[in-house]
């Protein structure tokens, strides 16, 4: 059972930078694919960005170039820069892996198996 653990929310105002990190129970960095998803109050839960256990990454459209997910595979925790960040991007953040490969359960919280409690962004105008 893989246990995951996310830290690094707040608040900030727009334009501001935040730092979220998602800490493994085991050696999470090396086995699993893992991203990182958000959920909005009465919005359905969105795949923010992935990467593979090679540091391949996928990013959605909407945080290209405003957001950067990467792995310290020392310290075996999954990170995500936020620059630049908007009101929209206001959410609670999941960390998510899976051990199948990122092509098959990438662009669907329903190909993750394992799931942190959360972190929350808020994000003011």
């Known amino acids: 059972q893989e246990h995951l653990m996310e830290s690094g929310g707040g608040s900030v105002q727009a334009g501001g930078y935040l730092k979220l990190s998602c800490a493994g129970s085991?050696?999470?960095?090396?086995?699993?694919?893992m991203a990182w998803f958000r959920q909005a109050p009465g919005k359905e839960r969105e795949e923010v960005a992935t990467i593979d256990r090679n540091g391949r990454t996928w990013y959605a459209e909407f945080v290209k170039g405003r957001f950067t997910i990467s792995q310290d595979k020392a310290k075996n925790t999954l990170m995500l820069q936020m620059k630049n960040l908007k009101p929209e991007d206001t959410a609670m953040y999941y960390c998510a892996a899976d051990l199948a490969l990122c092509s098959v359960v990438k662009g669907s919280p329903l190909g993750f198996e394992f799931w942190g409690q959360g972190t929350q962004v808020t994000v003011s105008s």
């Open positions: 085991r050696d999470t960095v090396n086995s699993y694919c």
